[in-house]
């Protein structure tokens, strides 16, 4: 599975961004997908995750509420809408497949998300 992320780029704070992540392979939607992020000096942390049905997610606790992940399993495609965003979502998010605990199969190249005060 190869993974392609975009829609990456830099807002102000309060703003809103979309990343998607297109998967190749028939596999993809067999597997749970979601997104990552890191931050400069920071560990890789999980932002959002999905199943395979898109009927389940799990959230960070500073991203509840105000973070979307999504499917189309169609389109091979997982979303992030991120609304309300903050500076210190900052980081380079990376959306990955086939998920179990903090890390993943398969990995996207980063996309960066820059939010200003």
């Known amino acids: 599975v190869q993974l392609q992320a975009s829609g990456g780029g830099s807002v102000q704070a309060g703003g809103s961004l979309r990343l998607s992540c297109t998967a190749s392979?028939?596999?993809?939607?067999?597997?749970?997908v979601g997104w990552f992020r890191q931050a400069p000096g920071k560990e890789r942390e999980s932002v959002a995750v999905?199943?395979?049905?898109?009927?389940?997610?799990r959230y960070a606790d500073s991203v509840k509420g105000r973070f979307t992940i999504s499917r189309d399993n169609a389109k091979n495609t997982v979303y992030l809408q991120m609304n309300t965003l903050k500076p210190e979502d900052t980081a380079d998010y990376y959306c990955a497949a086939d998920i179990k605990g903090k890390t993943a199969e398969y990995w996207g190249q980063g996309t960066q998300v820059t939010v200003s005060s």
């Open positions: 392979g028939r596999t993809f939607s067999t597997y749970a």
């Open positions: 999905i199943n395979w049905s898109g009927g389940t997610t």
